[in-house]
């Protein structure tokens, strides 16, 4: 009867350390199942393809290998890369050499001094300054999977933080409430018009198989 006893409560406490240790990456990919599907419904190389057309049609000037490293960051951060693409147009339209007159810099418009933050929790790499495309991408999508969790798995709360800083966007919400912001309108709309167009492609691809046959 003991044993039953311990085993059953040895089971108890396996099931409810799972629940515990549920964190946002849970909640995000369940938020997928509803608006934000688009880490769910493609494929990698359908999103690597079509992150790629969208830099080749509307950002003659920009480098389309960019798509391969926007997705592979994007995924090891467990964060959905169409999200993280719609910022990236939204803060630098591509461009890795971005400066604002504020002094963010690069495809993700990192302040230096959130950059500097940043490093100290990601491992150094050796030659490479936080502006350079690869490492700015790392440090950015980084920090904002740490806004992601902060403001639990909310799209519009973490974009906003990102954009205003996590201090500037609780002082709006305590004085206002959540703003009303057009820079999160633009990352809204640029998602869904990517998610267009992958969804257009896949069935453009699909109808011409069937053709084929």
């Known amino acids: 009867m003991q044993n039953k006893i ?39 190389f359908e999103m690597v393809s079509g992150i790629e057309s969208l830099i080749q049609n509307k950002f003659k000037k ?25 910022l990236i147009w939204t803060e630098s339209s591509f461009n890795k050499k971005a400066i604002s ?34 490492r700015n991408l790392e440090l950015g ?8 969790f902060k403001f639990n798995g909310n ?17 709006k919400m305590r004085n206002s409430g959540v703003p009303k912001m057009n820079y999160w309108n633009k990352i809204e709309k640029r998602y869904q018009y990517l998610v267009f167009k992958l969804q257009r492609s896949k069935q453009t691809a699909k109808a011409s198989s069937v053709k084929f046959i």
């Open 6 to 44: 311990l085993i059953t409560l040895c089971v108890l406490t396996i099931f409810f350390s799972f629940s515990l240790s549920e964190g946002p990456e849970t909640r995000f990919f369940s938020l997928h199942q509803t608006k934000w599907m688009g880490a769910s419904q493609f494929t990698y």
């Open 62 to 86: 920009a480098d389309p290998e960019l798509a391969k490293k926007i997705v592979d960051i994007s995924l090891n951060q467990r964060l959905d890369p169409l999200w993280i693409t719609a």
């Open 101 to 134: 007159y504020k002094g963010a810099r690069g495809l993700m418009q990192l302040m230096p001094a959130t950059a500097k933050e940043v490093l100290i929790q990601l491992p150094q790499k050796q030659n490479t300054h936080w502006y350079q495309a690869t």
């Open 141 to 148: 999508s980084f920090y904002l999977k740490k806004l992601f």
């Open 155 to 171: 799209h519009k709360l973490a974009s906003m933080a990102y954009n205003l800083g996590r201090v500037g966007l609780l002082r």
